[in-house]
């Protein structure tokens, strides 16, 4: 069983650039999310997508966007990066259905300066 | 606005202390509350806390979930080096969005 897998690990951008950051979703998982961490901070929710339709949005720009490939693998773009997106990006992947464990990757790692 | 709120944000015990972490949720259509432990990056799933199973146990862990108080403890007995990590409690809602509410986490330092 192949677990979920994301790249890059680490990347550093400036203000103003734009990244796409990538995920492999756990074997046989048809749904993933994507969740923002802080230093310091729990994980928020950015989105989460199933059937390649975003389904549920967390309080986030519209600069942060999203997509789903017939594989269930999935990216996660930032357009006009700003300081504050300086986080750890974690995608997790799930069956679709009722509200439960999610399976996540180790992150990406991404610094604006 | 949805809430999740841990206590202590941090603690430091010697091997062999047992220890309790605090979770606190205002949640909408509450379903369930999950712990993940989190040790370097990718958190990883201990227990899932539901109207229908509100106490766990694994080993040295233990859960419970007090849904007249909207609480959560997580119970860690003998605890060695190896249970450093942030502890990070997440409530779940209603609807097809499978989101989590996470807390802030625990951050948890076991010494020798």
Redo the contacts between chains.
């Keep these: 069983e192949t677990g979920v897998t994301q790249s890059p690990t680490h990347l550093i951008k400036t203000r103003g650039q734009q990244v796409t950051l990538r995920c492999s979703s756990q074997s046989g998982h048809n749904t993933v999310s994507w969740y923002q961490q802080a230093l310091g901070q729990g994980p928020q929710f950015i989105f989460q997508y199933y059937r390649e339709e975003e389904n549920g949005r967390g309080n986030f720009p519209p600069r942060f966007s999203g997509l789903q490939f017939p594989n269930y693998s999935s990216e996660l773009n930032v357009n006009a990066l700003e300081l504050d997106d300086s986080a750890l990006y974690l995608c997790a992947s799930s069956f679709w259905g009722p509200p439960g464990e999610l399976f996540f990757g180790e992150g990406s790692r991404l610094t604006v300066l | 606005e949805d809430k999740?709120v841990?206590s202590p944000l941090s603690l430091v015990v010697h091997e062999g202390d047992t220890v309790t972490l605090n979770c606190s949720y205002e949640v909408t259509n509450f379903?369930?509350l999950?712990w993940?432990k989190q040790e370097?990056?990718?958190?990883?799933?201990l227990f899932?806390l539901t109207s229908s199973g509100i106490e766990k146990k694994s080993g040295r862990l233990s859960s419970i979930l007090d849904k007249k108080e909207l609480s959560s403890i997580l119970n860690i007995t003998a605890t060695q080096t190896g249970d450093s990590a942030i502890y990070?409690c997440?409530g779940?809602?209603?609807?097809?969005?499978?989101?989590?509410?996470?807390?802030?986490?625990t951050l948890l330092a076991v010494q020798p």
Excluded: D, E
């Design positions: 999740v841990q379903r369930s999950l993940y370097k990056k990718a958190p990883t799933f899932m990070l997440a779940t809602t209603g609807g097809a969005t499978n989101k989590l509410i996470f807390g802030t986490g």
